[in-house]
Structure formats: structure tokens, C-alpha cells
């Protein structure tokens, strides 16, 4: 296997880390509540040292469309960018506002409420096209092996040309492998919409090994499609969060794909609107 000599598979920016305050409600159903805060200090604060300089602020489920602590990070550090959950009846004055804000994204957490009437809402699909229209994508988190229930609930998109992001590897079933119908799910849709990747949480993955679903993802979409995240603080994992453990692993995973992978500048393209930096 070559080795990969160059930095380019050392990420400076992290994609997917959380940021949340000690008090803030739950939302109702919520799964979990960390119970203490994560600051972007002290993500930066791990961050820095490694050579990691900007940042993506995923919003947590648990504070559904609240982005009230994301957004307050985004207007002390413009350098960072965003990606909230948003209300269905979202205005578009508040999307242009998000926008200007760094915002780059919508998720939809579908974990556990993939069956939610709530995705069917007949507000989403303008939102949507509208968020598109800004360059904005779609990030989709489900339960493992729950990627292609997950897409199917994705409203008809296809004149928008959405981005796609897949949360966590897509999450694949462990007992399919390499025949788990998330692959061919995200493949399905690939002619209308970039799908992108997140190389994030391989501890999420019930055993599976992380390098192998690198580069079955690099087969099928190419390494342009890649991205790296940290998922700092780790949620319910928080022993798996040591961020320079976190941010070797993208140069590990690419050593054994055998050719690197542009992690700095895929993530460019999603979430700094294709600047170089």
C-alpha cells in the first residue's frame, strides 16, 4: 500500500462538532440530554494544536431548531459556518439572515423519527429549493442501516440540484457490508444531487471499520466527495472524545485508501461557498 506523503490528508477544517449550554431545554422526545456544556473555546482549544483552524457547527438534535447557541459562535467568529435545523415555516427573510449569519446547511436528524409526519410537511420543499438556491445542502442523519428509509422521506428535489450530505458514513448496515442498501440508496440519487460523505463517529458504527467504508465511498463517489468531522463532544460516546486521536484518523484512513484525499478542499466547496483558504 503507498503511503500517503503529503499534508493534504491532514484536515484543517472539522465539519461536524457541536457546541451547547449546560441549560438550555430539551426538546420535547429528545433521545438525550448531555448534561454539562460544550463551548467552541473549548473545541478550539483541542482544535488549535492540531493544525485545525475553521470549523462547521452542526446543530445537536436535542435542541431542535433552536440555533440561538450556534448562531451566537458564527457572530464572534466569522471564520466558522453552520449547519442548523430549521422550522418548515421558516420565512425567507430568516433564511437570507442565516445565510449572511454563515449558515451553509439544513439538517435533517432523522434518527429514531424517520416515520415522523413531520418530514412530509408541504412547506418543505420550497424551503428546500430556496436553501438550494443559496448553495445551501441537505445533511441527513439516520439510524444505522436506516440511510434508504431516511431518502426515500427526502421530498422530489431533483430540479433543485441539492447537495447531499450523508452523516456518519451513512451509517450502513454492519450485517450487509459492502451489499447495504445505503449505498445503493445514495447512488440512486447521485445524478441529481452531489453527494457528499462525512468521515466522522466510526465509534456510531457498531464495529464496522471506518477505512473500509472510506474507500468504498471513494469507489463509488470519488475522493472529491469526502469530508472529515470530529464530532467533538462525542454525545454519548464522550470517552471516544480526544480530538488528536480524532483528527489522525482522516491521514490513517487515506494511508490505507492509498492516495490522498482533499478533505480541506471538499469542504471548501460545501461550506465556504468553493473559496480557496
Known amino acids: 500500500m503507498a503511503v500517503v506523503k503529503s499534508s493534504v490528508s491532514s484536515p484543517s477544517i472539522d465539519t ?16 438525550y440530554r448531555p448534561a454539562y456544556a460544550a463551548t467552541h473555546e473549548q473545541w478550539e482549544a483541542l482544535a488549535q494544536p492540531c493544525g485545525v483552524r475553521a470549523g462547521v457547527l452542526v446543530q445537536p438534535s436535542f435542541l431542535g431548531a433552536d440555533n440561538r447557541a450556534l448562531l451566537d459562535v458564527l457572530a464572534r467568529a466569522p471564520h466558522m459556518r453552520g449547519v442548523v435545523q430549521l422550522r418548515p415555516d421558516t420565512s425567507a427573510d430568516e433564511v437570507a439572515s442565516l445565510h449572511a449569519a454563515g449558515v451553509r446547511g439544513v439538517r435533517w436528524n432523522m434518527a429514531g423519527r424517520v416515520n ?25 442523519h439516520g439510524d444505522v442501516g436506516g440511510m434508504p428509509a431516511a431518502l426515500a422521506r427526502l421530498p422530489d428535489l431533483a430540479s433543485t440540484g441539492i447537495r447531499l450530505v450523508l452523516d456518519h ?26 453527494v457528499y460523505v462525512k468521515c466522522s463517529a466510526a465509534y456510531r458504527l457498531q464495529g464496522q471499520d471506518p477505512a473500509a467504508l472510506l474507500r468504498r465511498w471513494a469507489s463509488l463517489l470519488g475522493t472529491d466527495r469526502l469530508l472529515w468531522g470530529s464530532d467533538w463532544p462525542c454525545t454519548n460516546f464522550e470517552p471516544d472524545a480526544d480530538y488528536e486521536a480524532l483528527h489522525a484518523l482522516p491521514s490513517a484512513w487515506a494511508e490505507e485508501l492509498g492516495e490522498d484525499v482533499p478533505w480541506d478542499a471538499n469542504a471548501r466547496k460545501v461550506f465556504y461557498d468553493g473559496e480557496a483558504g
Open 116 to 140: 415522523d409526519e413531520a418530514w412530509s410537511h408541504p412547506h418543505w420543499p420550497a424551503l428546500l429549493a430556496q436553501v438550494a438556491s443559496l448553495g445551501w445542502h441537505l445533511e441527513v
Open 169 to 194: 458514513f451513512g451509517k450502513p448496515d454492519p450485517a450487509r457490508g459492502s451489499t447495504c442498501a445505503t449505498f445503493t440508496a445514495a447512488m440512486s440519487l447521485a445524478d441529481h444531487h452531489p
Open 16 to 31: 461536524h462538532f457541536h457546541v451547547f449550554p449546560a441549560d438550555a431545554d430539551a426538546v420535547p422526545g429528545a433521545r
